[in-house]
């Protein structure tokens, strides 16, 4: 699996080791092996990361497999000793909820939104996108490893069974550069970076974070001339894009975009709750 050149700076400034391996049999046989030999090497949210995996597992030791570079299997390293016992039969369903909540971040604009099925696959549109399996390390009471498959690059003609998707399946097309995914684009639709809400430090720095992801003129220059600049607002500016993009006042639609977007909000709040306030309506 190749390493972009700037590595991935937000999985690090919360991993204490990333792993990226070219191929392997199964991620979480490997991780499982290695925390039992060396659990001080694999720490907490450790992770072990392959787009080409030849023979994973899933409950009840069914087998998944995928052509290669066009999955991606990751198996993380849980420390779950603040977590009770009886609760920890939780952590397969809340990792999908996780899961399920990072995969609909990849589809807006594409439609359908992802699900969670009880107890381990997130599907989207009725179509398993994602399997989790998460397993006890042999000999230890407190580490889990969390392993995730996720259908990314799989043509339709690859999928193993019908009941199955992947992102290039539903049209999206899933990059690891930014500068890469402006080329040709039309539209370019910023997302906040919601630092009050993260619990803990999730980037290096903010402006590490504009060095990779800011969206500056430079990189604007790789979309269409007439491309559209688009953002849900409140900005953070000089962080995951610059003013000077921002206030284009032929490309940026950002303060229509939200000037529409609270009427838009009034209205689904008030068609979806005419039946509790006994008003007759289309809901």
Same mark, same amino acid.
Do not use: Y
């Given at each position: 699996m190749p390493i972009p050149a700037a590595g991935y700076p937000l999985t690090a400034a919360l991993s204490p080791r990333v792993q990226v391996v070219e191929t392997t049999d199964s991620t979480n046989a490997d991780v499982v092996a290695a925390v039992t030999a060396d659990p001080a090497g694999w720490p907490h949210l450790s992770l072990l990361v392959t787009d080409d995996q030849r023979a994973g597992r899933g409950r009840l030791?069914?087998?998944? @497999? &995928?052509?290669?570079?066009? *999955?991606?299997? +990751?198996? !993380?390293?849980?420390?779950?000793?603040?977590?009770?016992?009886?609760?920890?039969?939780?952590?397969?369903?809340?990792?999908?909820?996780a899961m399920t909540r990072a995969i609909d971040a990849r589809l807006v604009g594409h439609g359908p939104s992802a699900q969670l099925k009880?107890?381990?696959?997130?599907?989207?549109?009725?179509?398993?996108?994602?399997?989790?399996?998460?397993?006890?390390?042999p000999g230890s009471l407190d580490t889990v490893v969390i392993g995730s498959g996720i259908n990314t690059r799989m043509t339709?003609?690859?999928?193993?069974?019908? @009941? &199955?998707?992947?992102?290039? *399946?539903?049209? +999206?097309? !899933?990059?690891?550069d930014f500068d890469a995914a402006l080329e040709g684009a039309e539209v370019v639709m910023m997302l906040r970076l919601q630092q009050e809400r993260m619990a803990g430090q999730f980037i290096p720095s903010a402006r590490e974070y504009h060095h990779l992801y800011g969206l500056t003129k430079k990189r604007l220059a790789r979309a269409v001339p007439e491309a559209l600049?688009?953002?849900?607002?409140?900005?953070?500016?000089?962080?995951e894009i610059d003013s000077e993009v921002a206030?284009?006042?032929?490309?940026?639609?950002?303060?229509?975009?939200?000037?529409?977007?609270?009427a838009i909000r009034m209205a689904c709040l008030d068609i979806l709750t005419r039946t509790a306030r006994g008003v007759e309506g289309w809901a």
């Open positions: 030791d069914r087998t998944w @497999t &995928a052509p290669a570079g066009t *999955a991606l299997a +990751v198996s !993380v390293v849980v420390d779950a000793g603040r977590i009770p016992m009886e609760m920890r039969g939780w952590i397969p369903l809340a990792a999908g909820a009880w107890p381990n696959d997130v599907l989207v549109d009725g179509g398993k996108i994602c399997g989790i399996l998460a397993e006890a390390v339709r003609a690859d999928l193993p069974v019908s @009941t &199955a998707t992947s992102f290039a *399946a539903m049209g +999206v097309e !899933v990059f690891h600049v688009m953002h849900p607002g409140p900005m953070n500016r000089g962080v206030d284009l006042i032929d490309r940026s639609i950002i303060t229509q975009q939200v000037e529409m977007g609270v």
